[in-house]
């Protein structure tokens, strides 16, 4: 009579998220995600400058087809990734309760209003040109209109607290106006970011719109802050310290830079539409009257 | 080698014994040791040296229908001066373009040491006429060219009739003058790397100072294994017959990491009597803002962006 055998667990290494590919990092490099008890979660790649550089190159790529889509059609994509993402919620939830300080009712309340977060922001993709832009009175014989237009290629240093909801409450305003981005997920709790890579990587999102490395904040912001093709970068996850780091070095190639916030960010308040109003431009043309 | 390399071309049927008598290529032995030679890690001071050396090898090129003599004008500006705001930038080896604007070319860069190259002889097909082919070669050379990049006909390469080609560059080669040939063998068309090796033994015979890959109007253009190829025929044309040949991959080449395997190709197949731009240039265009992107990267620390460079 064969001995009853406890099943081997799979340990899983899970790999960075660049150009709609999951590419190991370039260094080989690897850290272990353990639950808030300390137990083993997976193992996770550790980006180097080179995983950043590369992302940043698969952004820029990805930036004329994206950034050149309808309005509509964004907002189409950031709804199919809402639906997506909502089919996943059960593993969301274990996540996100492993990394501990939520229960599980409290969790799904999280990936509820993920979900329903990315469907907000999808709706202001073809409202944000009307609240923003304008036609201007000039003292002419002309037309001046001025509409908002997205910045390019943006750093995101997502929060460390919030696994999902502040990570999607970061990536969702910097993609819907048309801008490409490289995120640094949480270091302590990237599994919601892995997985939330695997739900953009089915959701019609082109390769490269958004690009997620795991790994430390420390080590990669400087080197997107100090990359001079990039073109804004979102502070809200570094601390006071790599703050300041950053924004000096972002000021070489005058990136715009959204500060991290002063008090404790409540993820599930109403967002309001800064997060995207930071990363725009405005255009304005002048047309002439009557031809 | 039962002939002697003079008398080899005397007749057809010598000829395609001597050719058809070359070793053939290990096709997978090329394409390992082509692979292997890639993987070797240049850093730092060896890196800056080596980007150096590659945009001194430079043939920046533009053969678009859509060239204009202003567009010419700006390239051969950015060939003197790679980077404006970095005098230490050498400036490249030669620029290449279309006969008709070799003159512009010539005015553009006058005292400058950057040679014009041009391409020629109904480039990038080849099918004309050798009336033709050397008109349009005398054409380019009476307009200033320094340097000529012929296409062979592989056409008549590929049907076994090796002595036209061979008459095709003893010609060109004539009306040249003083100018020197390159020979583009095209070998994404060649199909074998027994063919490329033919081929550049055939353009050596026939008086060819370089051998170059590709037009870069076909892919695949130039491999790391078919330079190799190459590298190794120039080697050995140099053993038995004491005359140095140049080379020259050009089209794909487009990143610093690419550029580099290449010069580490040429180290460790001809020696590094051959890395010089006397006798081995990279043919491209993008690439020279890549390796301009990589050395203010190792100079500033900060990865680079394209649009502080000048499109090309």
Same mark, same amino acid.
């Given at each position: 009579m064969s001995e009853r055998t406890e099943r081997l667990s799979v340990r899983k290494t899970y790999k960075l998220f660049i150009g709609g590919a999951f590419p190991r990092s370039e260094s080989g490099r690897s850290y272990v995600v353990t639950s808030s008890k300390g137990d083993f979660l997976a193992n996770a790649a550790r980006a180097s400058r080179k995983d950043a550089r590369d992302a940043v190159g698969a952004a820029r790529k990805a930036f004329p087809g994206w950034s050149g889509a309808t309005a509509y059609n964004r907002g189409q994509i950031l709804y199919r990734i809402a639906e997506m993402l909502e089919g996943r919620r059960a593993q969301f939830v274990a996540e996100i309760t492993a990394m501990? =300080?939520?229960g599980a009712k409290q969790a799904g309340e999280m990936v509820d209003a993920s979900v329903d977060r990315l469907v907000w922001y999808a709706g202001w993709s073809d409202k944000i040109g009307a609240v923003l832009g304008s036609s201007n009175p000039v003292a002419g014989p002309y037309f001046n209109l001025s509409s908002p237009e997205p910045t390019g290629v943006v750093a995101v240093v997502a /929060?460390?607290?919030?696994?999902l909801l502040g990570l999607v409450s970061v990536i969702a305003p910097v993609i819907v106006t048309g801008n490409t981005c490289v995120v640094i997920a949480s270091?302590?709790?990237p599994l919601p970011a892995i997985t939330l890579a695997e739900v953009l990587a089915t959701?019609?999102? /082109?390769? =490269?719109v958004v690009n997620i490395l795991t790994g430390s904040a420390a080590e990669i912001a400087p080197w997107l802050a100090g990359h001079?093709?990039?073109?804004g970068i979102d502070?809200? =996850?570094?601390d006071p310290e790599l703050a300041v780091t950053c924004e000096e070095l972002a000021a070489e190639n005058l990136k715009r830079v959204l500060r991290p916030p002063v008090d404790r960010v409540?993820?599930?308040?109403? /967002? =309001?539409i800064e997060r995207m109003t930071a990363f725009l431009e405005t255009k304005t043309v002048w047309h002439p009257i009557g031809i | 080698m039962t002939t002697p390399l003079a008398e080899v071309a005397s007749s057809p049927s010598t000829l395609r014994a001597f050719l058809h008598g070359l070793p053939g290529v290990d096709r997978v032995g090329a394409d390992a040791r082509a692979a292997m030679l890639g993987t070797r890690s240049i850093k730092t001071t060896a890196k800056k040296q080596a980007i150096d050396m590659a945009i001194g090898m430079v043939d920046l090129t533009t053969l678009e229908g859509a060239d204009t003599p202003g567009k010419v004008r700006a390239m051969c500006a950015k060939a003197v001066?790679?980077? %404006?705001?970095?005098?230490s930038v050498p400036p490249v080896a030669a620029v290449c373009v279309y006969p008709d604007l070799v003159a512009t070319a010539v005015e553009a860069l006058a005292g400058s040491g950057v040679k014009v190259a041009s391409v020629a002889?109904?480039? %990038? #097909?080849?099918? #004309?006429s050798l009336e033709v082919k050397v008109a349009d070669t005398s054409l380019a050379v009476a307009a200033g060219a320094a340097e000529i990049d012929m296409v062979i006909d592989r056409g008549a390469f590929l049907a076994g009739d090796y002595l036209k080609v061979y008459e095709e560059i003893v010609a060109t080669k004539e009306a040249c003058g003083d100018s020197h040939l390159k020979v583009i063998l095209e070998t994404g068309e060649l199909a074998t790397y027994d063919n490329v090796r033919r081929a550049s033994w055939l353009a050596m015979i026939a008086g060819a100072d370089f051998i170059k890959t590709?037009?870069?109007?076909?892919? %695949?253009?130039?491999?790391l294994p078919v330079t190799l190829v190459m590298l190794e025929a120039v080697r050995d044309f140099l053993a038995a017959t004491g005359r140095k040949v140049g080379v020259k991959p050009a089209g794909g080449i487009r990143t610093t990491k690419d550029a580099i395997k290449y010069l580490v190709l040429v180290n460790e197949t001809?020696? %590094?009597?051959?890395?010089h731009a006397d006798w081995f240039r990279l043919g491209a265009s993008s690439l020279l803002n890549d390796l301009l992107m990589q050395r203010q990267k190792m100079a500033t620390g900060r990865y680079a962006g394209p649009d502080y460079f000048t499109l090309d």
């Open positions: 501990g =300080g939520v /929060p460390q607290e919030g696994p270091e302590r709790a959701s019609d999102l /082109p390769g =490269g001079m093709d990039v073109n502070l809200t =996850g570094a409540n993820w599930l308040a109403d /967002p =309001g | 001066r790679p980077d %404006p705001t970095d005098s002889t109904s480039f %990038p #097909s080849g099918r #004309s590709s037009t870069g109007k076909v892919s %695949p253009a130039a491999t001809a020696g %590094p009597d051959w890395l």
